[in-house]
């Protein structure tokens, strides 16, 4: 019966470690940013985001959250392709709880017109970076500004708030009204 017992405690201290995730997770994504575009690809002609323009933006509130993300890589059931997995963890209450996030890409070594452009240390850093920055995207909602959105062009302000301000002070700045 003591075993049993441990067992249901156990049971439930994950249940509460897992609404304690998600409530945070919903916090956390309610405070999270836009982040814009900050880099253009000339070969591709597209903006993005770079990583570092992410982890900026979204970091902080990742952390005052409670959450950890730690990264790997697996076997993909899928040919010429790279599983790359987020560990995200909430402490609370000494209290944690864990889920996996992952996606499959595909191995990165060609340019836009098929030839090789890269060594497959150089591509696989490549899909590396470029899945972290993708996870901590889907996982936390993160919306970037101007991304398409089923083929449909993205409504609303094309800049943050804080954006705007700095822009009005700089016209100002130059006595442009």
């Not at 970091?59 to 076997?75: A, C, E, N, V, W």
């Not at 996606?103 to 970076?129: C, H, L, N």
Request: aromatic share 6%; glycine share 6%; proline share 3%.
């Amino acid at each position: 019966k003591m075993k049993e017992l441990l067992t249901m405690a156990r049971e439930e201290e994950a249940r509460a470690a897992e609404h304690e995730f998600n409530a945070a997770m919903l916090l956390a994504q309610t405070e999270m940013p836009k982040v814009p575009r900050d880099a253009f690809n000339k070969h591709t002609k597209s903006w993005w985001a770079r990583i570092e323009q992410v982890a900026a933006k979204c970091d902080p509130i990742i952390r005052k959250h409670g959450f950890t993300l730690s990264y790997g890589m697996s076997d993909s059931p899928l040919d010429e392709h790279y599983r790359v997995f987020a560990d995200v963890t909430h402490r609370a209450n000494k209290m944690s709880f864990t889920k996996r996030y992952s996606a499959d890409y595909g191995m990165d070594v060609k340019g836009p017109k098929g030839e090789g452009t890269k060594s497959a240390a150089q591509g696989s850093t490549s899909v590396i970076t470029t899945a972290r920055r993708n996870l901590k995207l889907m996982i936390f909602d993160v919306l970037v500004l101007g991304m398409d959105q089923d083929g449909q062009p993205v409504g609303g302000d094309a800049i943050d708030a804080e954006q705007l301000k700095d822009l009005r002070g700089r016209l100002k700045a130059a006595n442009i009204t």
